[in-house]
Every structure is written in structure tokens, then in C-alpha cells.
């Protein structure tokens, strides 16, 4: 709690302010450090989208493990030349998950402080259909490009969490 407090402090100087932007993510530990602590169950969705016919919801749920706000270049996204992100395979995709958060070609690089989250995995369903490849980081078993297993350890931006029951 010391360092969070520390952190806190950091982030309140002004030339700290001017140099790196704050995202939702880190927002969001300062606003709701409860709902991040360790052992907290929390989940991460994906799909559920539509009015009348709702698509399936893909899920990964774990307890945190650790909760900090970390500074990162924010390099340009990865792109493929004549492709939108829809068009995009597995791998392209993937890619372009793994280097996010990131910024457009025609912005300029930048650094900005993430809340990231280190959770420790208990459970989750992932979409299997081919139509789902390039929809999120859930994927016929695999977080992004890695195989999930219960009790393996993965890190998100906080604001992409919800609070679960265990």
C-alpha cells in the first residue's frame, strides 16, 4: 500500500503529469485500488454484443495477483498493407494485440502510463468458430498466442476487468 501510495504522490507532480498521459487503466487503480487487490476474483469479457440476438459471451476469469501503474512507449501499431482489422488471420492479429496499446501511423509515438494487472488464471470458454480468429484475444484455447492453462499467469489494462464472484 506504501508504494501505492508513493505512486499516487508521483503522479500528482506536475512535470510527471506533462511528461506521460495516464490511460483508463490507470485511471482506474487510483480511483478503485479495492477492486484490484490480491486474491480479488476478476474476470475479462468478450463478445455479448447485439440487441435482439445476443452473440455468445468468451470469458477468462482468475484472482490478481499483483495491480501497478508502469510507463510504456507507445510504439505505431503493426499493420498489413490492404487489410482491415477485420481481414486480418490469427497471426496478423495477434501481432497487432500483443503490441497494443499503440498508436496509428499518422500519430506520433508516445509514452503513457497503463494500470496494468497480473492475474492468475482459474477458468475461462473461448470461441472456436473461424469467424472468431480475428474477434479478440480469446481463441480456441489461447490468450492471444498462448495456450491457457488453469494457474498460468497473463497481465491486462485494468479498466478491460470486471469484478467476478469466486
Known amino acids: ?17 506533462e511528461e506521460t498521459a495516464l490511460r483508463p487503466s490507470a485511471r482506474l487503480l487510483f480511483k478503485q485500488p479495492e477492486l484490484l487487490q490480491a486474491g480479488s476474483c476478476v474476470i ?24 501497478e501503474v508502469r510507463t510504456r512507449h507507445l510504439g505505431v501499431c503493426p499493420q498489413v ?7 486480418y488471420s490469427r497471426d496478423e492479429f495477434n501481432r497487432h494485440a500483443l503490441a497494443y496499446p499503440c ?27 473461424v469467424k472468431m480468429a480475428n474477434a479478440g484475444r480469446l481463441y480456441r484455447g489461447n490468450f492471444i498466442d498462448r495456450k491457457l492453462e488453469k494457474g498460468m499467469e497473463i497481465e491486462l489494462e485494468a479498466d478491460l476487468l470486471g469484478v467476478c464472484e469466486p
Open 81 to 87: 498493407p490492404g487489410k482491415s482489422m477485420k481481414q
Open 1 to 17: 500500500m506504501k508504494s501505492f501510495l508513493v505512486v499516487l504522490a508521483l503522479l500528482a507532480t506536475p512535470a510527471l503529469a
Open 103 to 129: 498508436v496509428s501511423p499518422n500519430v506520433p509515438e508516445r509514452d503513457e502510463q497503463l494500470g496494468v494487472v497480473r492475474i492468475r488464471v482459474d477458468s475461462w470458454e473461448t470461441p472456436h468458430a
Open 44 to 67: 475479462y469479457e468478450e463478445g455479448g454484443s447485439g440487441w435482439v440476438v445476443t452473440e455468445p459471451l468468451f470469458y477468462l476469469k482468475g484472482k490478481v495477483i499483483s495491480a
